[in-house]
Structure formats: structure tokens, C-alpha cells
């Protein structure tokens, strides 16, 4: 069975600065696929980042890019010039290429940005 | 593009009645939609896998006769949650699937009083 690991219940940025926020998991599997999610207040859970494991480039959106290590199992975040609206519950999440596209959460971390 | 909604937004209740939940994918077709329950403060809890035109794979330990789902179309999954009781007082949320992708609908606040 997959697991995710998110080892950092809470985090705080000044606005505009940057963050990394962590994410381990544990697989025997080679395909798959991993995400970031982010659920502010209003709780709904929005896409963040998409990277397909086979894939080396990691993976990036505007102020969003990830650090994703394969043997070392990890797949951090990193959110540049933070604003507010950042503010959030991060979710990092596994999905097995090929199979059922249920996903394994971590189990988040409350990212506040500070004016 | 991959939206889902979800109705209602909130639901407040009497013990002993039934809820249903609607969930939509707005402008793809989703053969796979799944359904979350989240308490404050925790991660999502996957309740169950719903296939269209076939039956609800529930995970361990949810009652399959107490949340009903029922995914009739391509683009509509529903969780009717019956007798409901405080204790099913809770966040749900569906999502829909997008080949290995998964979109999440904005969540539906159950109250049973």
C-alpha cells in the first residue's frame, strides 16, 4: 500500500517571499502520478500541480513548481512570491498510473501568508 | 475546463430523515466519480468509487445501505445518505476523473439535527 507523508502541520510566509513546503511517500510501484492540492477556507479542494512520475522535468505553474527526487521519494512544493491568497491547507497526494485513479492524501499542511 | 459542482452547497436536517447529494461533471464526462467525507481540520476519507452503470465500490468500514450512491449518467453521481443521524453531520465532497486526473466539487455541509 501507498503512503503519503506530509511531516509539516503548519507553515508561515511573508507576503512575496517564498516557501517549500514537504512531501515524502512510500511506493513499489514505478508509474504513477503526484499532486498537489490546496483548500482554502472556502474548502474547495483545487488542483495546484500535476507530475508524472516518468516524467524527469519536474513540473511547474506560474508561482507553483515542485522539486520531485523519484529515489528519494520526495515531491516538494515551492511557492514563489507568496500572496495572500495562498493561504491554504496543502495536500500532497499519489495516484497508481493504470489503476483504480484513486488517490492516497497526506494529511496537509496549513500554509499562512503573513502581510 | 473540468468543473464539477455539487448541490446543495448546505443541508441541514432532522434525525431520521434522508439527504441526497448531488454530483455533477459541468463540461466532461466522468465514468469514475468518487465521494469524500472530511471532519475539521483532517485530511479527505474516501467513502466510496462510483462507476456509471454499475455498483458503488465502498471502502472498508462505510456502510454501503446507510450511503447509497447511485452514478445513473456520465456526467451525475448521487449520495443519498439515509436515516440520517448528528453523527453523519459532516463535509462530504465529490470529485470526478479526467483520464489520472482528479477535479474536485466545492464540498456540501451536512447538519443533522
Known amino acids: 500500500a501507498q503512503t503519503v507523508t506530509q511531516s509539516q502541520p503548519e507553515m508561515s510566509v511573508q507576503e512575496a517571499e517564498t516557501v517549500t513546503l514537504s512531501c515524502t511517500y512510500d511506493t513499489s510501484e514505478s508509474n504513477y502520478y503526484l499532486f498537489w492540492y490546496k483548500q482554502p477556507p472556502s474548502r474547495q479542494m483545487i488542483l495546484v500541480i500535476r507530475?508524472?512520475?516518468?516524467?524527469?522535468q519536474n513540473a511547474t505553474e506560474n508561482r507553483f513548481s515542485v522539486n520531485f527526487q523519484k529515489a528519494a521519494k520526495s515531491f516538494s512544493l515551492k511557492i514563489s512570491d507568496s500572496q495572500l491568497g495562498d493561504t491554504a491547507m496543502y495536500f500532497c497526494?499519489?495516484?497508481?498510473?493504470?489503476?483504480?485513479?484513486?488517490?492516497?492524501f497526506g494529511k496537509g499542511t496549513k500554509l499562512t501568508v503573513n502581510p | 475546463g473540468a468543473v464539477v459542482s455539487q448541490h446543495p452547497s448546505r443541508v441541514i436536517c432532522k434525525s431520521g430523515t434522508s439527504v441526497k447529494i448531488e454530483c455533477r461533471s459541468l463540461?466532461?464526462?466522468?465514468?469514475?466519480m468518487f465521494w469524500y467525507r472530511q471532519f475539521p481540520k483532517q485530511s479527505l476519507m474516501l467513502m466510496a468509487t462510483s462507476n456509471e452503470g454499475s455498483k458503488a465500490t465502498y471502502e472498508q468500514g462505510v456502510e454501503k445501505d446507510k450511503f447509497l450512491i447511485n452514478h445513473a449518467s456520465l456526467t451525475l453521481s448521487t449520495l443519498t445518505v439515509t436515516s440520517a443521524h448528528p453523527e453523519d453531520s459532516s463535509f462530504y465532497i465529490c470529485?470526478?476523473?479526467?483520464?489520472?486526473?482528479?477535479?474536485f466539487g466545492p464540498g456540501t455541509r451536512l447538519t443533522v439535527l
Open positions: 463540461d466532461f464526462q466522468a465514468t469514475t
Open positions: 497526494a499519489f495516484m497508481k498510473r493504470g489503476g483504480s485513479e484513486k488517490l492516497v
Open positions: 507530475q508524472e512520475a516518468y516524467k524527469q
Open positions: 470529485s470526478a476523473t479526467v483520464p489520472d486526473t482528479q477535479y
